[in-house]
Nanobody, 127 residues
């Protein structure tokens, strides 16, 4: 049984940092992308960042570029999201996601190319 388990969310203040973790079990995702999405109250889920587990290549949403860093520990089958300079508009439930098939690079920000999802972890940034 494949599971993605997120951790590290919490309540922080404007300008603070948090690091989210996503531990995968049941299979490895080498050669594919693992990523982070988020959903704010009343909004659709949106892409945040993704990383190719084999090469470490990364891609970010414009809204987090320069503030967030995605990384991976392939030996631990774990992906991280370091979030710095957090803003109230970063408040959301953050979801980890993983692919099991190769897709065009132009599609890696699309939800439907990710096959497994975690349960989400809440990040709240107060002003």
């Amino acid at each position: 049984q494949v599971q993605l388990v997120e951790s590290g969310g919490g309540l922080v203040q404007d300008g603070d940092s948090l690091r989210l973790s996503c531990a995968a079990s049941g299979r490895t995702f080498s050669g594919y992308n693992m990523g982070w999405f988020r959903q704010a109250p009343g909004k659709e889920r949106e892409f945040v960042a993704t990383i190719k587990m084999s090469s470490g290549s990364t891609y970010y949403a414009d809204s987090v570029k320069g503030r967030f860093t995605i990384s991976r520990d392939s030996a631990k089958n774990t992906v991280y999201l370091q979030m710095n300079s957090l803003k109230p508009e970063d408040t959301a439930v953050y979801y980890c996601a993983a692919q099991t098939r190769v897709t065009r690079p132009t599609l890696i920000r699309e939800e439907n190319v990710y096959d497994y999802w975690g349960q989400g972890t809440q990040v709240t940034v107060s002003s």
